[in-house]
């Protein structure tokens, strides 16, 4: 089945960037930063799916404080006078350029990594002084090159990256969440 065989590979290559970003999102939070996402499409879903789960996720039926994250996908009035004032490629960015503060962190979602306005919200990210971790496949495009912490899912099918991503991403809340409360660094392995 090609689902497996996605995960599979991707276990293999991406466990290393798998767990730097997972310790970069740690210590974003640990310093009382936030994280912001975004992402178009599916990758804006995962954007909105991935900041409900660390804010209000439950941890072995345990609840924790939640974590300041902000899906910059959800905001309508934002995203379209953004767009209508700067244009898409700018719907993001505008919204980073307000709310990325240095030592914040930027998710960046792209199954191609040649998303134009994602591509331009990480630019900023990096001006700023946010640390960016991208979710990214295709080879991983131009957010590649942007993103501190490159998460390229080894494959070009859409279906099967994203797939892969939200499972990272739920990884991402759970390791996270183990190495902030629950303190078990053993967790550190994909």
Do not use: Y
Request: net charge negative; with cysteine; hydrophobic share 45%.
């Amino acid at each position: 089945m090609a689902s497996a065989r996605v995960a599979e590979a991707t276990s293999t290559a991406c466990s290393d960037t798998i767990v730097e970003a997972v310790q970069a999102v740690t210590a974003t939070f640990k310093r009382g930063g936030k994280l912001l996402l975004c992402g178009n499409g599916g990758s804006a879903a995962d954007c909105q799916h991935l900041a409900a789960e660390f804010i209000t996720w439950a941890t072995d039926g345990q609840r924790r404080p939640g974590l300041k994250a902000i899906a910059l996908t959800t905001d309508t009035s934002i995203l379209t006078a953004a767009g209508n004032d700067f244009g898409i490629d700018h719907i993001f960015r505008v919204q980073v350029d307000a709310l990325g503060e240095p030592g914040d962190l930027l998710l960046a979602i792209s199954t191609s990594g040649n998303s134009q306005n994602v591509i331009v919200a990480a630019e900023t990210a990096r001006k700023k002084g946010l640390k960016v971790v991208g979710l990214l496949g295709m080879g991983g495009g131009k957010l590649a090159g942007l993103a501190d912490i490159p998460i390229i899912i080894p494959d070009n099918d859409v279906m099967h990256i994203q797939e892969a991503h939200i499972a990272i991403g739920h990884v991402l809340c759970r390791m996270v969440c183990d190495l902030m409360w629950v303190g078990r660094k053993e967790n550190l392995s994909v």
